[in-house]
């Protein structure tokens, strides 16, 4: 599965954007997807995943009641919407499938996931 993300921007403290990550390959749905972001001079980090179905999510305890994953297979899909951001949340922000087809996220381990995208950008100003 590879992917392209889009969607990032300026925005200030507060506000919110919605990330978009378009997949190809025709068994996307079998795939559990995931977000994660770079902040420049910093690791990655995963953000969230949601499962191949859509039923299941997980997200970063930094994002968790502010964000939110969601999929439309028929359109292979994946969204980020990200609300009450903050200056901290600013970060080149990527999408990716996992290694294997149905699989559910196991916490902590991101490298469970393929390729990343070229990622988008986030900037939040405070």
């Known amino acids: 599965v590879q992917v392209v993300e889009s969607g990032g921007g300026l925005v200030q403290a507060g506000g919110s954007l919605r990330l978009s990550c378009a997949a190809s390959?025709?068994?996307?749905?079998?795939?559990?997807m995931g977000w994660s972001r770079q902040a420049p001079g910093k690791e990655r980090e995963f953000v969230a995943s949601?499962?191949?179905?859509?039923?299941?999510?997980y997200y970063a305890d930094s994002v968790k009641g502010r964000f939110t994953s969601s999929r439309d297979n028929a359109k292979n899909m994946v969204y980020l919407q990200m609300n009450s951001l903050k200056p901290e949340d600013t970060a080149v922000y990527y999408c990716?499938?996992?290694?294997?087809?149905?699989?559910?996220?196991?916490?902590?381990?991101?490298?469970?996931?393929?390729?990343w995208g070229q990622g988008t950008q986030v900037t939040v100003s405070s």
């Open positions: 949601i499962s191949w179905s859509g039923g299941n999510t």
């Open positions: 390959g025709r068994t996307f749905s079998s795939y559990t």
């Open positions: 990716a499938a996992s290694l294997a087809p149905y699989t559910n996220y196991r916490p902590g381990d991101i490298t469970q996931f393929g390729s």
